[in-house]
């Protein structure tokens, strides 16, 4: 078997300071267990030999290197991450013209790899498979699963041994905030500055320079949140390390969508304090771009001038974010444009929500139909702000185009994982075909919009990845 992978490497151009050169580690029996084939053809990759994505087989034209980045985890600054499990094969040119990077996640120990082993478990690859996905399917940017191929190795995990797999992701780029505060943090001008052009031609080449990036990455990071806030998606470790320049969502670890809606809502076991809470991800992007501001500024000779102009920037993101979410908001209750008024309408709707435990999909999915209100509890109070609403003539058609009917429920992902260990792909494949049209879901799939019942809700999502 033979895959051909029309490479076009940049990133390995670059000078040896952003990355080792290194091979994948080569697992025992590689067998795949998910191919996106819809994707590959995207990427005009031909073929799919399990052990190519495995990496024990690196194929003609790759160029494997580890990429070095730093990275503020939990609000501590931690002066050196990297790839501590994941291999860039390289880059294609996609049939729209965008470059792409393909990358093996779970393929063996680097230089960055400090205690960890560098492998991924079969669970936490297939999560990110099926959420990145859906991601997608919901119009949202994000980094892509290619493939799922198992190693027939164990990995050893607080759980146990556990069952290994690599995940191959593909992204516009792994261009990270910590990428860039590693050598503004070490002083490295010169590569700061090489890495810095390189992501305007990259990513925004209609930036004007270090700031014009800043307000790029800014604007693109405030529509990314304000899209998971639309959907109530939970990122749960939006470290610097894992915030991107391209404004796509990447390293899905403890994430998870909410069923019943709350805004102080935590899912990630050791988010303890509830840093990355679900009504606290808007603060926190704008804290990510305004380190991602600190290091740029260490471009320019005047100081000065440099952080008056970057924190003009990063303090016009809350603005930005916003009208993101007043749009978005907007749009889930059938209103075009906004008036000043509706951001009370729509907070209201969310106040009852939060007081009733009303679930967040199934309640905007429902809000065009006279079922939403046996999402409450309290009927009358919801009766009362729809009537409010009814009078700003909502949009149905708006509304339906705007609400997802189907999410990747957590209680559905660790039922998909439990089967995929015990040997049975079909839970898998079955939540990928529905999530895969999310805004109009076929009735066969109704069982998974269910929200869990009492005994399935999943409370917390591990790091143990
Ligand atoms: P994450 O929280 O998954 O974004 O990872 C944070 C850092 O830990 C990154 O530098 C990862 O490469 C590294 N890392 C996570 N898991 C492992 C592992 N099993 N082996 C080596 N490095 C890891
Ligand atoms: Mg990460």
Known sequence: MTVRIPFDNSYATLPGVFYTRLDPTPVAQADMLAWNADLAAELGIEGSDPTVFAGTTVPDGAAPLAQLYAGHQFGNYNPQLGDGRA??????????????????????PTPYSRMGDGRAWLGPVLREYVVSEAMHALGIPTTRALAAVAT??????????????????????????GTFQIFA???????????????????????????????AVCAAQAELVSAWMSVGFIHGVMNTDNCTLSGETIDYGPCAFMDAYHEGR????????????????????????????TALIQLFDDKEQAVADATAIVHAMPGQLQAAWLRRFGAKIGLEGTTPGDQTLIEDLLALMQTDGADFTNT???LHTDAARDQFTDRASFDTWARRWRARTPDT????????????????????IEAAVAGDMAPFQRLMTALGTPYGVAPDFD?????????????????GT
């Open 447 to 463: 069982d998974l919009r269910r929200p869990p019942s009492q005994s399935e809700i999943v409370p917390a999502t591990f790091c």
């Open 185 to 215: 943090h070490r002083g490295e001008i010169d590569a700061l500055r090489t890495l810095t052009d390189y992501a305007i031609a990259r990513h925004h080449p209609e930036a004007d320079g270090p700031m014009g990036l800043l307000k």
């Open 152 to 177: 027939g190795e164990p990995v050893y995990r607080e759980q146990g041994a556990l069952p290994g797999a690599v995940l191959t992701r593909v992204a516009s780029s792994h261009l990270r905030v």
């Open 397 to 416: 058609d708006l509304m339906q185009r705007s609400n997802p009917q189907i999410i990747p429920r957590n209680h559905r992902i660790e039922a998909m």
């Open 364 to 366: 905007f999915a429902a």
């Open 266 to 293: 935590v899912f990630s076991s050791i988010d303890q304090m509830g840093r990355y809470a679900f009504g606290n991800q808007p603060r926190i992007a704008v804290w990510n771009m305004a380190q991602l501001a």
């Open 87 to 108: 291999i860039l094969l390289g880059e294609v040119i996609d049939r729209h013209g965008q470059r792409r990077d393909i990358q093996l996640k779970g393929s063996g």
